[in-house]
Structures are given as C-alpha cells and as structure tokens.
C-alpha cells in the first residue's frame, strides 16, 4: 500500500506553465511505475504520461508530446509533471497512479494506487 498526494494544481493563463508533484508515503514508491491522468468535467478518466521504476523510459499521450515531462526523485519519493505551453483543454484534475509491474501501460485500469488529484485550470 502506498498512499499518493498531489500537489501544485493552480490557475494559469493560456501558454503558461505548472509544475505538479506527486509525493509518496515512503521510499517504497520507488518500486512503482507511476502515471499521471486527468479527467475534465464530464468527460472520461485519460493518460497523460507515465514513468518507469528508475525513470529510464517515459510514455506520453500525442496531445501533450513535446509540452509535457514526467519525471521521478526516487530519493524524494516524488514524481513530477512538468506543463509548458498550457492551453485551455488541459483543464482538468490531474491525478498521480502507481503501479507495481514496470510497465506503463494508459489504461487506468492498470493502475493499483491513486491520489486525491489536484485542479488545474487553463484560462484563455
């Protein structure tokens, strides 16, 4: 078991950037493969990107290629998702996923553990 917390939604404007974090209960996160999802109002739970174990391979959905970077600190307990360019159809809250088996599959089926999630807001 491993309880998630995600931290650093917020408001911001059009182009500009957050930086999320999801913090771990403890060093035992760094077992996990870990994912980011968001899920905007009336719409379905999607996979944002995901991480490996050690962070050696990264997997992110073809709408925030390029805008996004997931990233880990084993020594920290924490996962990162660094947004750039924001646009308003990222509105959403974003939720942290982890995972025992060291793969990154989208579904969130998949995925064992979960946080509360965090708002972030894109206006225009």
């Known amino acids: 078991q491993v309880q998630l917390v995600e931290s650093g939604g917020g408001l911001v404007q059009a182009g500009g950037s957050l930086r999320l974090s999801c913090a771990a209960s403890?060093?035992?996160?760094?077992?996990?493969?870990m994912a980011w999802f968001r899920q905007a109002p009336g719409k379905e739970r999607e996979f944002v990107a995901a991480?490996?174990?050690?962070?050696?391979?990264?997997y992110y959905t073809d709408s925030v290629k390029g805008r996004f970077t997931i990233s880990r600190d084993n020594a920290k307990n924490t996962v990162y998702l660094q947004m750039n360019s924001l646009k308003p159809e990222d509105t959403a809250v974003y939720y942290c996923a982890a995972r025992l088996i060291n793969t990154i599959p989208s579904s969130p089926s998949q995925y064992n553990y979960w946080g509360q999630g965090t708002q972030v807001t894109v206006s225009s």
């Open positions: 991480i490996t174990r050690s962070g050696g391979s990264t």
């Open positions: 403890s060093r035992t996160s760094s077992s996990y493969a």
